[in-house]
Nanobody
Framework: QGQLVESGGGTVQAGGSLRLSCAGSGPRAITVYTMGWFRQAPGKEREFLAAINWNGGNTYYQDSVKGRFTISRDNAKNTLYLQMNNLKPEDTADYYC???????????????????WGRGTQVTVTQ
């Protein structure tokens, strides 16, 4: 089934950028699946941020990140990305990638159907 491993988190000043990566291990760990990103800040509920279909032709963004974050994927590298620009202190959270094994469903269903998760990478945005 494969595993997902996030990287690229760190500490950045407000207005800065980071690019998160989510590497899939094992054959076809991400290539045929709808993938996405979530985050969870301390004391808050998990937030669904973005999703992308298997070939990158369809994407979805939560309003809180629309215009600032870009989700993409490179199936040849078995890797999912989240480019984060114009970061704000309220973006501070643990970020997780996830996938759903369900097919023929809207990519937004990932919010409820994610069944494989990475362990997360921490992002801290300072003033």
């Amino acid at each position: 089934q494969g595993q997902l491993v996030e990287s690229g988190g760190g500490t950045v000043q407000a207005g800065g950028s980071l690019r998160l990566s989510c590497a899939g291990s094992g054959p076809r760990a991400i290539t045929v699946y709808t993938m996405g990103w979530f985050r969870q800040a301390p004391g808050k509920e998990r937030e669904f941020l973005a999703a992308i279909n298997w070939n990158g032709g369809n994407t979805y963004y939560q309003d809180s990140v629309k215009g600032r974050f870009t989700i993409s994927r490179d199936n040849a590298k078995n890797t999912l990305y989240l480019q984060m620009n114009n970061l704000k202190p309220e973006d501070t959270a643990d970020y997780y990638c996830a996938r759903t094994s369900k097919v023929n469903t809207p990519i937004t269903s990932l919010e409820y159907d994610a069944d494989v998760w990475g362990r997360g990478t921490q992002v801290t945005v300072t003033q």
